[in-house]
């Protein structure tokens, strides 16, 4: 956390090939010419809106207070989706109302959510198809010259928040998804450290679709012996659960959406 | 379109495994410490120079005036081909004299061409293979400080116009080139709106090597039924034909370089 | 070689699909807002030390005086290996002791080795698991805003050299390794030209595990007829053994890690 200069992100699906991504760099840079522009990735799964918001949501928040994130994965572009801005507790998240950013912003505190309906805010010629270019870019870029929030348009009370986005709790019992598989195998969760005040060395009884196991919460993956289970606070503020030096979605037969319970007595 | 402080971009067919991107940026950083570097590309097909100006003619004009677009795609490194600079109305294009640029100058409108000949605006070392870093990324970094065009190399009458780039009218006829055919099979031709005068309601002929249609235009695909082709102007500027929920370039057979007709009467 | 404001770049292996990279960036960021940072590459292959560190090295010594150049390729993060910063005659390296760093650095000249042991320079929570963005990317940003050399920890006298670094030269002779065979079979080695003295007529032998030769120096790939192999120091500086219109590493069933001894009579 720090206040520094005008920092934007960008989060798509739109790969690195084509030229949209520079497009919407430009779309920032015409209206922002000294936009300080950094990709988070553009490699997300085509239309996959919860790996999206999870790469989003882990990376955000490393950045300086009043940085600007935009993020398209946008099956639903052309169609009456809205377009957002987020304005949280450190920053904001400017993109589609599809649950991609408010995993995200719910880890930074939300503050104020606005529909972007101000037709002067965007591109003088909007195409039905690339928003990220035409309204996203133009309304970050506008946001970050002074323009307040609520010129861009009304506020929104019902952002569309997707399972993957909720979690639940009771007195002993905490209640989200499976996130994201990453590259080792390791099952990363929405359930993020502040929705945890287990003490350390209480008994966790975790329940997925097709596994149940106990669990302490670890440090690190060398707190237990090869090919064991551990649950940890992962690199990124979700807990996650591991096998040291094996694979733990396999073991578990744990996958993205997947539903999972922890309690403890 | 606007005003702003020194914008370049880079396309290339480099890929972003090696270290050649990061060695232009340096070359460019040496001379110019303050440049805000946007990468269009680095994944054009190897070699592949129509695909590589399809792109850069898209991004170019989205960004500020001024802009220095660098583009390397380039199988006659080491050859008799020219090094060019070429000034337009909206910012500069340097780059080899194969093609790659002149698609994206056109749209812009070229003002003037000029051989890279001075040798002490070169890397003082120059490699014969990787004219990307020797030459094209240290002219356009003494462009932005104020070297004037005519103390780089002579004014280039005659520089390589590519069948790609040619779109020839007539009364009621227009002829072109197949460009692109992206990740949905859309068709997208060398045709730009500035090419075309047709009143909406009008029935155009189109032909392709292995295909005849009559269509009007429409503004986006949902203005026909699912699997009919559609005629449009694309988000980039440029005439394409595309299948509502299909696949326009199996439909049509058609592929990039395909010559593209229309009439109507 | 120039002077310019604070330049930052990014070698590792962590690809561009997941937020560890934007994390990094985010981590220099919140301590020097007014970063350039640039790319050199993320695509190096998991764990490949020895490809990283010739990238690295190919692509640093373009840089500007006083880039400060962070790299992680790093299987032995959460062991016991070293931070390390190096200064060296041009800028600086910042990246673990495993071999990753030196060649880079030697090439441009070592003048001191620290090892980052000051907390209070790292992030005030460092994951087991993520020393770029909890250790590397805060200790550049600190050296970068002016924290002396002596502030991060203690001399390091035996910085870890790994055999890919290492060249001998005798009066007749050169040892060294390939470090890296490109996209064209190109046989790149670590012997740099300042290992090197031959006058350009000289007959060289070149002995490798599979294969010897005598070849003279070339300036380029065409000063042999097709398919035959040449000598050449490539664009990055290294000498490297080609075959014009053909693949050096097939017909000499040359890969990375062999050793190349060099003598001539």
Redesign the interface.
């Known amino acids: 956390?720090?206040v520094?200069?005008q920092?934007f992100?960008l989060t798509t699906d739109f790969g690195?090939?084509?030229?949209y991504v520079?497009?919407m760099?430009?779309?920032i840079?015409?209206?922002y010419?000294?936009a300080?522009?950094?990709?988070?990735?553009?490699?997300?799964n085509k239309y996959d809106i919860r790996a999206g918001a999870y790469?989003?949501a882990?990376?955000a928040s490393?950045?300086?207070t009043g940085t600007i994130h935009i993020a398209v994965v946008d099956p639903g572009v052309?169609s009456q989706r809205r377009p957002l801005i987020i304005q949280t507790e450190q920053g904001f998240f400017v993109g589609p109302d599809n649950g991609l950013l408010i995993l995200a912003a719910k880890k930074q505190g939300v503050k104020e959510v606005r529909d972007i309906t101000s037709r002067h805010l965007m591109l003088h010629q909007v195409?039905?198809?690339?928003h990220g270019?035409d309204v996203f870019a133009p309304a970050a870029a506008h946001l970050a010259s002074g323009v307040r929030l609520e010129e861009f348009g009304p506020v929104v009370e019902d952002v569309v928040e997707p399972a993957f986005a909720k979690v639940t709790k009771s007195e002993n019992r905490v209640d989200g998804e499976v996130l994201y598989v990453?590259?080792f195998g390791n099952v990363i969760t929405n359930i993020d450290e502040r929705n945890l005040d287990y003490s350390k060395g209480v008994i966790i009884q975790i329940e997925l679709p097709h596994s149940k196991l106990q669990l302490k919460f670890s440090?690190?993956y060398?707190d237990v012996k090869p090919q064991q289970p551990l649950l940890l606070i992962g690199?990124?503020g979700y807990l996650e659960i591991a096998v040291n030096q094996g694979n733990a979605a396999n073991q578990l037969q744990a996958k993205p959406g997947d539903k999972i319970s922890l309690t403890h007595t």
Do not use: N
């Not at 195409?127 to 690339?130: A, D, H, K, L, Q």
């Open positions: 956390m720090c520094t200069t920092i992100t690195l090939k084509d030229p520079a497009e760099k430009a779309a840079l015409c209206l010419p000294a300080q522009i950094i990709d988070i990735t553009h490699d997300v790469v989003l882990s990376a490393y950045f300086p052309g195409s039905s198809t690339f270019r990453d590259d440090k690190t060398a690199s990124q």
